[in-house]
């Protein structure tokens, strides 16, 4: 089965930093793009960044530019999304998606990340 | 205040049929592919339509998608129960080098 898992989530200070992995199975990881999109409560889809199968390629939304940084580990069939300087409305569910920008999926279940003093 | 506009939300009875609009501009939209998506209460985002009207396997051909210009469309017909979610379109913007959304419908069936 084509799925992919995401981790990392937790409560964490405002200025703090977390690092979110998307763990891959089910299909040759290193032939298929990644997307992060993340979801706020209540609010809509709002896309993050994006990796090319070999990692050369890497694109970000402005909101998060120089923030979040998007990494992947062929070898470990794994892609990661580090967030530094975190602040409150970077609260969301965070989701990795596959293939293509917009994605064609499959999507994870989402990790939830909640920035709070 | 998202780069693609969707109605907030529409509602229609079963058995009915319901469009969903998504607008755009010339460096997305209008330069690029269409997907559109369905989330159901509590659950990640499935795709319905990719590449403006392609319909993946398992999707069933009531759900259709079409772009003219700077807009595209999905249409939902034989409304059923289920289908109640939020749709969202998105797209690639060669302008911003970014993935955009909608602010994503959310369709009621009563």
């Known amino acids: 089965e084509v799925q992919l898992v995401e981790s990392g989530g937790g409560l964490v200070r405002p200025g703090g930093s977390l690092r979110l992995s998307c763990a891959a199975s089910?299909?040759?990881?290193?032939?298929?793009?990644v997307n992060w999109v993340r979801q706020a409560p209540g609010k809509g889809l709002e896309w993050l960044s994006f990796i090319s199968t070999s990692g050369t390629t890497i694109h970000y939304a402005d909101s998060v530019r120089g923030r979040f940084t998007i990494s992947r580990d062929n070898a470990k069939n794994s892609v990661s999304l580090q967030m530094n300087s975190l602040r409150d409305d970077d609260t969301a569910m965070y989701f990795c998606a596959r293939e293509g920008t917009p994605p064609r999926g499959p999507w994870g279940q989402g990790t939830l990340v909640t920035v709070s003093s | 205040q998202s780069v693609l506009t969707q109605p907030p939300s529409l509602s229609a009875a079963p058995g009915q049929k319901v469009t969903i609009s998504c607008s755009g501009s010339s460096s997305n939209i209008g330069s690029n592919y269409v997907s559109w998506y369905q989330q159901l209460p509590g659950t990640a985002p499935k795709l319905l339509i990719y590449e403006n009207n392609k319909r993946p396997s398992g999707i069933p051909d009531r759900f259709s998608g079409s772009k003219s210009g700077t807009s595209a469309t999905l249409g939902i017909t034989g409304l059923q129960t289920g289908d109640e979610a939020d749709y969202y379109c998105g797209t690639w913007d060669g302008s911003l080098s970014a993935g955009v959304f909608g602010g994503g419908t959310k369709l009621t069936v009563l």
């Open positions: 089910g299909f040759i990881f290193s032939s298929y793009s």
